[in-house]
């Protein structure tokens, strides 16, 4: 075998290395890309649960849309419920209508950090009264977490009280 012969296969052998290895990459990536859409998409519906379950004022169903333990950090204080019964027995739906209070709604989401099964949400939100006149607008951090398959609000760093 001459050099010429020698030197074209080791080419053509680092050519088919580098082409799997491209597919094999662009193979990870697009899975990547897949899990992080998922966990998107499940971490939104989520928060829509959330203030589903919120606006209705239904303590059930708010406390369903959460993983626990569930931290909210606010006002300067940090609060800790262990379980979906103990926040339940929330009292914002006895205190927020004293403020005028009558619904939320989502400004903006704005996803910044995302993995399979954590997703961190950048919100803005408004409070309106029973006019839907806005009250107060806030922003706050929310961590969105799968657990048991579950999607859930884990954990909310608020500008609101």
Not at 41 to 63: I, Q
Not at 86 to 100: D, V
Not at 140 to 145: F, K
Request: net charge negative.
């Amino acid at each position: 075998m001459n050099h010429f012969s020698s030197t074209s296969n080791r080419y053509a052998q680092q050519i088919c290395v580098f082409v799997v290895l491209s597919v094999l990459s662009i193979s990870a990536v697009a899975q990547i890309a897949a899990e992080e859409e998922e966990a998107i998409a499940g971490a939104m519906a989520a928060m829509d649960s959330f203030m589903l379950g919120f606006n209705a004022r239904d303590p059930e169903a708010w406390a369903a849309s959460l993983n626990y333990p569930h931290v909210r950090f606010a006002s300067g204080t940090v609060t800790v419920w262990e379980s979906a019964e103990e926040f339940a027995q929330t009292r914002a739906f006895e205190t927020l209508p004293s403020s005028g209070w009558d619904h939320s709604h989502w400004l903006t989401r704005d996803v910044v950090l995302v993995s399979s099964a954590k997703v961190h949400i950048a919100t803005v939100f408004q409070r309106f009264n029973s006019d839907n006149e806005v009250l107060f607008t806030y922003e706050s951090l929310y961590i969105v977490t799968k657990v048991d398959g579950h999607w859930g609000t884990q954990a909310r760093s608020s500008l609101a009280p």
